[in-house]
T-cell receptor, first 112, second 110 residues
Framework: EAQVTQNPRYLITVTGKKLTVTCSQNMNHEYMSWYRQDPGLGLRQIYYSMNVEVTDKGDVPEGYKVSRKEKRNFPLILESPSPNQTSLYFC???????????FGSGTRLTVV | GQSLEQPSEVTAVEGAIVQINCTYQ??????LSWYQQHDGGAPTFLSY????GLEETGRFSSFLSRSDSYGYLLLQELQMKDSASYFC???????????FGKGTTLSVSS
């Protein structure tokens, strides 16, 4: 089944403890993105990648890092999480780049 | 700056037709997409317009006017399961930076 898999689905962590949210797609898509979703603010792009080793900042990249060492994987790294990074995170991938994104099921992160 | 404007809420009854508008202001433009999201779920891709005009996919249609920086999603023969949030999104930077609107919550009643 064609899908984007994110892990974990839920995570509660403490301020400053490094964490990684994994994202993997099995559709051989070139384009991948990370979004965060907060009430009243919609979906905001954190980082995107156009292919292996090619990444760029979205609208809200502060406090996040990404890597794209393999085509299928695009992990999101929070080096020192803070409470304002409490949010619902989505990973998405596309073959076209500007449309047709398939989203993962989301990761609900709480930083206390 | 970059912005997308869409209504925050729309209500309708089963069987009706509803139109969700989206106006955008971005530094570049490659196309307008629409996504549906049910409560707590993943957004799912509905439609895409790169050129002016109407695109039809079953009960859903999407329209774009590039000169007016405006588009809409038209939902026909509404069903209860259409109750969800609908987001318009513009791709601007080399077709990869995807900017979403804040979403329109559609409530369909019987």
């Amino acid at each position: 089944e064609a899908q984007v898999t994110q892990n974990p689905r839920y995570l509660i962590t403490v301020t400053g403890k490094k964490l990684t949210v994994t994202c993997s797609q099995n559709m051989n898509h070139e384009y991948m993105s990370w979004y965060r979703q907060d009430p009243g603010l919609g979906l905001r792009q954190i980082y995107y990648s156009m292919n292996v080793e090619v990444t760029d900042k979205g609208d809200v990249p502060e406090g996040y890092k990404v890597s794209r060492k393999e085509k299928r994987n695009f992990p999101l790294i929070l080096e020192s999480p803070s409470p304002n990074q409490t949010s619902l995170y989505f990973c998405a991938s596309s073959t076209a780049g500007d449309y047709g994104y398939t989203f993962g099921s989301g990761t609900r992160l709480t930083v206390v | 700056g970059q912005s997308l404007e869409q209504p925050s809420e729309v209500t309708a009854v089963e069987g009706a037709i509803v139109q969700i508008n989206c106006t955008y202001q971005t530094s570049g433009f490659y196309g307008l997409s629409w996504y549906q999201q049910h409560d707590g779920g993943a957004p799912t891709f509905l439609s895409y317009n790169a050129l002016d005009g109407l695109e039809e996919t079953g009960r859903f249609s999407s329209f774009l006017s590039r000169s007016d920086s405006y588009g809409y999603l038209l939902l026909q023969e509404l069903q209860m399961k259409d109750s969800a949030s609908y987001f318009c999104a513009v791709s601007n930077q080399a077709g990869t930076a995807l900017i979403f609107g804040k979403g329109t919550t559609l409530s369909v009643s019987s």
